[in-house]
C-alpha cells in the first residue's frame, strides 16, 4: 500500500501501541505525540473493551491480557471533561443574575423554623428562665451562607471578582456572599443552594456552604 492509499488519521478513533511482548497494547489519542512517536504502533476504530470482546468471539475465550487506555491521553480526557466552560463579562454578570434571582425566590419561598431567645436558669442551663426577658425569633437562628465557585481562575470565578461579586475564598475558589433575608441562616442557606444550582446546570463546578453565627 502506498502513502497515497492510507486512509487519513480522521477515518480512525485511536492509535495502538505493542507492548515488550508484542501483546498487550495501550490504546493513544491520535493527536499524542508519545503514541505517534513509538517503534510500532497501528491505528484502529477498537476500543479496549470492544477488542477483548471480538477476540472472544473469535476464539471463544477471554484473553489472558489487558489492553488499556494510555494514561498520558486519559489525564487529557479527564483535564477536557472537567475543564471549566467559559464565558465573557456579559455573559457571566447575566449568569450570575440569574442566579441571584434564583436564589432570592428559594430563600424568599423558605420557612425557617423560629426560635425563642432567652437567659437559662443557670449559668450552663439549656432552659429558659421565664421571669426573665424573652425573644421570639420567627426568622430562626442567625448565620452564613455563600456559594463557592471553584477553581479559582476558571472562567466564572474570574469574571465575578471582575464584576465585584465575588473575593477569595479562604478554601481556595472564589467565594460570593449571600447579604439576603436578614440574620436568617435557613433562608440564606436556600439562596445559596438555589444559586450554586444556576451556575452547576451551566457546568461550573459550584457549591454552597453555610454556618450558624
Not at 505493542?18 to 489519542?29: F, I, V
Not at 421565664?130 to 448565620?143: D, F, H, L, N, R
Request: charged content about 25%; hydrophobic content about 30%; proline content about 5%.
Amino acid at each position: 500500500m502506498t502513502i497515497k492509499d492510507r486512509k487519513p488519521d480522521t477515518d480512525y478513533r485511536y492509535r495502538i501501541v505493542s507492548g515488550h511482548d508484542g501483546h498487550r497494547l495501550t490504546w493513544h489519542s491520535l493527536e499524542c505525540n508519545i503514541g505517534r512517536s513509538a517503534k510500532w504502533s497501528k491505528r484502529t476504530d477498537y476500543t479496549p473493551e470492544s477488542r477483548r470482546d471480538a477476540i472472544e468471539a473469535k476464539r471463544g475465550r477471554r484473553p489472558y491480557y489487558t489492553d488499556h487506555m494510555a494514561r498520558c491521553c486519559l489525564d487529557k480526557q479527564a483535564g477536557a471533561a472537567n475543564a471549566s466552560p467559559s464565558f465573557t463579562t456579559r455573559q457571566a454578570d447575566k449568569l450570575l443574575r440569574e442566579a441571584h434571582t434564583a436564589g432570592l425566590l428559594a430563600g424568599n419561598d423558605a420557612n425557617p423554623t423560629p426560635m425563642v431567645v432567652g437567659t437559662p436558669t443557670t449559668p450552663l442551663g439549656n432552659d429558659i428562665d421565664p421571669e426573665k426577658t424573652t425573644y421570639y425569633v420567627s426568622e430562626g437562628a442567625c448565620g452564613f451562607a455563600w456559594v463557592v465557585i471553584r477553581p479559582g481562575n476558571s472562567s466564572l470565578a474570574r469574571q465575578a471578582k471582575k464584576l465585584g461579586i465575588g473575593s477569595t475564598h479562604y478554601g481556595g475558589g472564589t467565594s460570593i456572599w449571600i447579604s439576603e433575608h436578614g440574620q436568617s441562616v435557613e433562608r440564606k442557606a436556600k439562596h445559596a443552594a438555589a444559586y450554586a444550582k444556576v451556575l452547576r446546570d451551566r457546568g461550573v463546578n459550584a457549591s454552597s456552604e453555610s454556618r450558624m453565627d
